[in-house]
C-alpha cells in the first residue's frame, strides 16, 4: 500500500494517506515533477504506460510521482528518474505550486507539486511498465503541439509548461 504525505498550501505535513483515497478524497498532497533537459536545450518527454491508473498513453515531463512517508521529495525525484527512466542526474529545486486536476475515473490530482529541474545526455533505460516511449523536443516545438493537440498532454504537464517558461525566462533574464 503506498501512501502520500497530506499537506496544507504552506508544505507542512499534517497527515498521511493511501494514494488512492487521497486521491478519491481530492486532498492535498505533495508531489513532484522532474523535467530534464539536453545538451541542446531539448526537453525530454515521457509517454506513459497504458497501463496506468490514470492519464494512460499521454504524454508528459520526464517523470512525476508523490515521496513516501519520511523521504525528503528531492530523494524521491532521484529515485523515480531510476525507476521510471533508469537514470540519475543532479537536480535543482525551480519552484512549487498548487493545483487541482478531476479525472474522468473518479479520482482527483490535488497536489502541491515541486518541479524540479536537470540536465542529461546520457542512455535512458525506461521501465516499460511506467513508460510507453520518450523523446526529446524543443520548448517551442512542444508549445505549439500543445496548442495543437492539447488532450494528448497530462493535466499537470500543461499547467506546469508555462510556469516552466516563466521560470526559465525569469533565470536567463
Known sequence: MTEVILVNENDEAVGTMEKIAAHRKALLHRAFSVFIFNRK????????????????????????????????TIDAAHRRLMEELGFDTELEHGFSFIYQTPFDNGLTEHELDHVFIGHYDGTINPDETEVRDF???????????????????????????????????LKNA
Open 135 to 169: 523523446t526529446f523536443m524543443k520548448m517551442e516545438a512542444i508549445k505549439q503541439s500543445m496548442d495543437i493537440h492539447n488532450h494528448k498532454y497530462t493535466s499537470w504537464f500543461t499547467i506546469a509548461f508555462p510556469k516552466l517558461e516563466e521560470h526559465m525566462a
Open 41 to 72: 536545450g531539448e526537453m525530454l518527454l515521457q509517454q506513459r504506460a497504458s497501463n496506468k491508473y490514470h492519464s494512460p498513453n499521454l504524454w508528459t515531463n520526464a517523470c512525476c510521482s508523490h515521496p513516501m512517508p519520511g523521504e525528503e
